[in-house]
Structure formats: structure tokens, C-alpha cells
């Protein structure tokens, strides 16, 4: 736009503000004449209606502010300890091999190891001195406690060093030789025999064989071996019939009597005969064939007798080995009894 023009717009504003000021002037005057007249006209008598005030509200009661908790003061750390060196783990001592024991060394000997066995590292030893003392110690200097007797049967449960026994031995071509053992046999609590006069007891093996517990009886050996099918598991010394009165063959349990009292005049020999007997409290008696015959206890023969022909024909027992066997056998099961 030139400034000719602005110039020109300005001059007529000039001249039109007046003009404004007047109309604006004469506006305002009529309104307050028409405000002074509305007032006139009220009735100054009558009281102005007052407005109602709003009701106030009810200041809420401010919530206490809480005291705020006191900060712990921290613990101070502590120093660590320093850790300490490990000491060096010394290099273990070899355990040095343990020498194997008496017994085992006769579990190594082929000629135990054919030894009927009771129990798992169990032997059987059978005498071979006519009598031999037992004793309390492993020393020849210890309380006799027993004897026993050739052939008897005797369970090894452990073998020691004691006092050294001296035997003279002739070997088949007449040359004498005297040997020294130091090793004995316990054979029970408190109950040692020196091993220079036991032998492994190696069973015979029987003629036939039966399914299930049964009696082995070899009137050779004197030997009652308890069967479990083909397996022996227990033997016995036994006393046998003079002059051939136990029977051969083969028979079957068929009555027990647990205590019992022998007459032998229920047998055919009489009151006065110079071979009657009359025993009371004999225990475990099983019959196996007519006419009295049976295995059961033999409490009135000596020991020294266990090993021989000495009865009637009854086939006896110590007290213990009695015991075993009626535990052991039932009606039914097998007796084999032969020579051999």
C-alpha cells in the first residue's frame, strides 16, 4: 500500500471517531434513566427479600500427619578375616595287604575244602587220637574241660596259635618223621583241641540220594549225615547193633516218641534175660521199621562207645545230636542205613 493511501484512511478515522463517541454517550445515559425509573417504581415500605445463605460445608478434620520412623543407622561393615591357606591332604600310608588268617588258610587247603561244611566258613574235623583232651586255652598247661574220642565229629569255628605239639609220623615206606604244629582248633566257648590230632572230615558219598530232609546212616564210619536233597548239612557219631542187629536197607520213619520209657520185654526179651533193659526218659525216639527199631538218644553208653557196635540194634545218639535230627526229620522221610 503508498503511503498516499494510509494517509488518506488515517483522516477519515479522524473524522469518524466523534461521531462514535457521541452514539456511545447517549446510549449509556438512556440506561441509566431506565435504571432510575425501575427503582422509582418499587414500594420503599417493603423489605427486600434477603437471598438464604448455602449452608457450609463441614470442614473435614485433618488427618494427623505421621511421624515418620527414625532411619536405623546402618551397622558398619566388618573386615573380612582373611581366608586361610588350606593345609596340604597328606598322602595316605598304603593299607598294607592283611596276612590271611589260620582259618583262612585252611579254606584254602583243597583237602578242607572237602570238608562237610555246617555253615558258610564252618569245617567238620573228625579225631584221629584214640582220646584227646580239650581244653579251656590253646596250651597243654590249660584246664582239661573234655575229652573226646577217634572218628568223633567236631565243628571248627576258628583256629589260633598256642602251644607247639610234637608227633611223630611214619610215612608208607617206614621213615619216621616228627613233626611240630602250633595251631588249635576252638571248637565251642572255652573249648580248644591242638589240630596236630583232627583231620578234615570228608563224608562218604551215599549210594542213592532222596528228594527232601533225610538220614544218611553208614555203619563203616558210624556216621549219621543229614541230607538236604544231595547236600549234607549235619553229621553225627553213632552207637550201632552188636553183631550185625541193625538192619540194612532202606525204610521210612513211620512213629516218634518225644519221651518215652524202653522195655525191651516189648520186644521179645524178657524180664531175667542177661540182655533185658528197662530205661526210663529216653527222649526223640523215631521208629523207621517193626520190631523196635529207631534212631533216638543214648544217655546210659559211654562216649568212648560212640564209634562201635554196642546196642541192640537201635541206632543211638547223644543228647544233642538226637535233638537235631527229630527237629530235623518227620514221618515220612528216608532212613538209608549200609556199610561202606
Do not use: K
Not at 452514539?23 to 445515559?29: M, T, V, W
Not at 533185658?276 to 562207645?305: C, I, K
Request: hydrophobic content about 30%.
Amino acid at each position: 500500500m503508498s503511503r498516499r493511501s494510509l494517509v488518506r484512511r488515517g483522516v477519515a478515522l479522524g473524522f469518524a471517531l466523534p461521531a462514535i463517541s457521541t452514539a456511545l454517550a447517549a446510549c449509556i445515559s438512556s440506561e441509566r434513566q431506565d435504571s432510575d425509573d425501575d427503582d422509582l417504581s418499587a414500594d420503599p415500605t417493603e423489605p427486600a427479600e434477603d437471598e438464604p445463605s448455602p449452608e457450609p460445608e463441614p470442614t473435614s478434620t485433618p488427618e494427623p500427619t505421621p511421624t515418620p520412623e527414625p532411619t536405623a543407622t546402618p551397622e558398619p561393615t566388618a573386615t573380612p578375616e582373611p581366608t586361610p591357606t588350606p593345609e596340604p591332604t597328606p598322602t595316605p600310608e598304603p593299607t598294607p595287604t592283611p596276612e590271611p588268617s589260620a582259618l583262612d588258610q585252611i579254606m584254602d587247603d583243597p583237602e578242607w575244602q572237602a570238608a562237610l561244611r555246617p555253615d558258610e566258613g564252618l569245617f567238620y574235623g573228625a579225631v584221629t587220637g584214640d582220646s584227646v583232651n580239650i581244653r579251656a586255652e590253646p596250651s597243654v598247661q590249660a584246664a582239661v574241660v573234655g575229652t573226646t574220642f577217634r572218628r568223633h565229629p567236631l565243628v571248627i569255628y576258628d583256629v589260633v596259635d598256642g602251644d607247639p605239639i610234637e608227633q611223630t609220623i611214619t610215612d608208607d615206606e617206614g621213615e619216621a618223621e616228627t613233626v611240630e604244629d602250633t595251631r588249635w582248633f576252638r571248637i565251642g566257648e572255652g573249648r580248644f583241641i591242638t589240630a596236630i590230632f583232627v583231620e578234615p572230615l570228608v563224608p562218604t558219598a551215599p549210594p542213592e540220594v532222596f528228594e527232601g530232609n533225610w538220614v544218611d546212616i553208614n555203619l563203616t564210619t558210624f556216621y549219621a549225615i543229614g541230607y538236604r536233597n544231595d547236600t549234607p548239612v549235619y553229621v553225627a557219631i553213632i552207637t550201632a547193633g552188636r553183631d550185625g542187629r541193625t538192619p540194612v536197607g532202606q525204610y521210612q520213619i513211620n512213629r516218634r516218641v518225644f519221651n518215652e520209657t524202653m522195655d525191651s520185654a516189648t520186644v521179645g526179651i524178657p524180664e531175667g534175660d542177661p540182655e533185658y533193659y528197662y530205661l526210663e526218659d529216653v527222649h526223640y525216639t523215631q521208629y523207621f521199621r517193626a520190631g523196635g527199631y529207631a534212631m533216638h538218644e543214648n544217655y546210659w553208653s559211654s562216649p568212648a562207645a560212640y564209634g562201635r557196635f554196642s546196642s541192640n540194634g537201635c541206632v543211638g545218639l547223644f543228647y544233642s545230636d538226637a535233638q537235631w535230627f527229630w527237629e530235623f526229620l518227620d514221618i515220612g522221610s528216608f532212613v538209608h542205613i549200609h556199610y561202606g
